[in-house]
């Protein structure tokens, strides 16, 4: 099948850009979906400096690797949440503790991502979105219709100006359902597009390893959802409940064995692409199959040269032929 497999380099901003670049594609990956921290991706110097642009591009052209997405999750996890000190970890110093001016910072950094990413010829950004009431998800004390109501209101009020500027550059925002997102299921995604008017520049970036211990079938996403659809993350999660652990996590970190579900390396979980691919192909997805590495039971770059094998192996096209047309005996 033609379309690309990537690399999110959201797990690996900890290596230098183009060291990064040299090892993906020596593990056979055709290119990155370029996160926005660490070194990989400034989107004010990408929206407003084309030297910088033109550095990046050349990089990814000396190791023979494309970009069809930019990743901005951290600032549009600021846009939209209920402020609390977690949120100090992805701003600069000086907005520590201030929740309006995080807001406004993000809200303009966001704005930055969307020329940022037609600078550099990737018409999708992918991230999260926040949430002004995931923190009340269980509803004890009551978490009434109307608080839910105005959170999907403020997330418009919010969220409209940036996509307007997404609309002015031709990018298109694809949220990662997930949770602490304001969309974190098939129910709330609905909920979601119904708040925006359906409005094209709003999609979703797939991801399976944050439907399928919820209970969610993942594939049936993309059925739903087929049409906007518009990048999807390969990602896998193993659950494992066993009757003690349950899917709360117990404030167990990621990697503990006695949690009831983990991250895993493709292949080592319990989604089923196969199905995934399948539904895809129903869907006419052609975009990129990024790999999110993330296993904490594993060495990352042998998971890495693996998880890309594996999604070149299962990324299969669909049939052109019609197997009961036009019999002839």
Known sequence: MSRPVTLFTGQWADLPFEELCKKVSS??????????WGDHM??????????????????LKKYHLGCWALGAHLSGQCVGDRYDERLDAFVPDALKGKPDEIRKWATEEMKFTAQAAKNMDCYVVTGFMGSPVWKFWYSFPPTTEEMVENAFQKIKEWWTPILNEFDAHGVKFALEVHPTEIAFDIY??????????????????????????????PHLFIRDFADRVYHVHMKD???TLDGRAGILGSHLPFGDVRRGWNF??????????????RELNAASYSGPLSVE???????????????????????????????DGDMKN
Not at 264 to 277: A, D, K, P, T
């Open 188 to 217: 709330t995604a609905e909920r979601l597009l119904k708040t925006f008017e359906r409005r094209p520049a709003l999609g979703f970036n797939f991801d399976p390893s944050h439907l399928i211990w919820q209970g969610i079938q």
């Open 27 to 36: 593990w056979g990956y055709d290119g990155l979906e370029i996160a926005c």
């Open 237 to 239: 999660a193993g659950v």
């Open 293 to 323: 590495w993330e296993d904490n039971g594993m060495e990352r770059e042998f998971g890495a040269k693996e998880a890309a094998d594996f999604v070149k192996k299962i990324n299969f096209s669909p049939s052109t032929i019609a197997f």
């Open 42 to 59: 400034d989107v004010r110097k990408a929206a407003t400096d084309p030297e910088y642009v033109k550095e990046k591009k050349a990089i």
């Open 264 to 277: 895993r390396s493709l292949g080592h979980g319990s989604v089923n692409f196969e199905e995934i691919i």
